[in-house]
């Protein structure tokens, strides 16, 4: 089980915590033999079902890191960097009881959300640094003015607007969105979602043994290079610098860009610069002295 920081503060003012990853057979405590009478989950990845909410006199509240219904979904703020925006807000919602990021919105920033300092190398720690801080006075305050209280009045920004249909969704992040796609993702696409979500991967099979087959995991990322592109190269196919004496390894993009490549985690082995590494896992077929030295078919 995950340790939150919430924790160190319930034991500090002696509160009892419950560690739970399903709601089934489980109820909420009565302190002083009354029911508890609001419940707020933040971060928290449970639906909390009816049942709970019906049982608290003002049933629910969530902060969500995204000016809702814009990235409603449990991973807002990796989408918000992933959708290059520069701007973003906090909402104070109710909790929906069969719905995630579906209840009334109580409290939210103002349009058009707060900038996102250096949004272009900002990482995922950096804006959860930024934004915790401005949810936890927005629930605060909300708190304080008994936004709680019925009946409850959508103050959202896109409430019963067209254009609504038009707002980004922020499902998990899977391992399939660290797969590169060398046909349609861009060099910026690469670094940013490098930036954003961490080492990608590609499978990458040997020239000459086609049969063989292994994931290779670009430990330490991409670089931009201004590098000249090789017109004879399909992107997605790594090649040498014949004329640098370290033979530094670079990879083209579908727009015509030059990315050079770092260490790698081939599958099975320890992390090393790439041509060591595929060397070491056997991948490494054909080595050429010329300025486009391929020794893989394309990355897939």
């Not at 607007?161 to 998990?172: G, I, M, N, T, V």
């Not at 590098?227 to 727009?255: H, I, M, W, Y």
Request: hydrophobic content about 40%; proline content about 9%; some cysteine.
């Amino acid at each position: 089980m995950i340790t939150v920081p919430i924790q160190a503060v319930a034991k500090e003012l002696a509160l009892p915590i419950h560690n739970i990853d399903t709601f089934t057979g489980w109820a909420p405590p009565k302190p002083d033999n009354e029911p508890i009478n609001l419940i707020i989950a933040v971060s928290f990845g449970l639906l909390v079902p009816p049942r709970i909410l019906n049982g608290a006199q003002y049933g629910g509240l969530n902060v969500h890191p995204s000016m809702l219904p814009d990235f409603r979904g449990p991973a807002p703020l990796h989408h918000t960097l992933l959708a290059g925006r520069r701007r973003t807000g906090i909402t104070l919602q109710t909790l929906h009881p069969q719905h995630f990021d579906h209840g009334t919105i109580l409290a939210q920033t103002p349009y058009p959300g707060f900038e996102i300092p250096e949004s272009d190398t900002c990482t995922v720690p950096q804006l959860v640094e930024l934004v915790a801080p401005i949810g936890a006075a927005m629930l605060v305050q909300g708190i304080r003015d008994r936004l709680y209280v019925p009946p409850s009045k959508d103050v959202g920004l896109f409430h019963g607007r067209e254009d609504a249909q038009s707002l980004k969704h922020a499902p998990k992040i899977t391992s399939e969105d660290r797969h590169i796609d060398w046909n349609s993702w861009t060099a910026e696409d690469v670094l940013r979602r490098n930036r954003v979500i961490g080492p990608l991967w590609n499978i990458a099979s040997c020239r000459e043994y086609s049969a063989l087959e292994k994931r290779i995991i670009w430990d330490s990322g991409f670089k931009a290079s201004a590098a000249t592109t090789n017109p004879e190269l399909q992107p997605g196919v790594p090649f040498a610098d014949g004329e640098s004496k370290e033979q530094r390894l670079f990879v083209g993009t579908c727009d015509g860009k030059i990315l050079e490549i770092g260490s790698a985690k081939v599958e099975g082995e320890k992390t090393a610069p790439l041509r060591l590494a595929a060397d070491r896992a056997g991948m490494m077929s054909h080595w050429s002295e010329s300025a486009c030295g391929r020794f893989w078919d394309r990355l897939r």
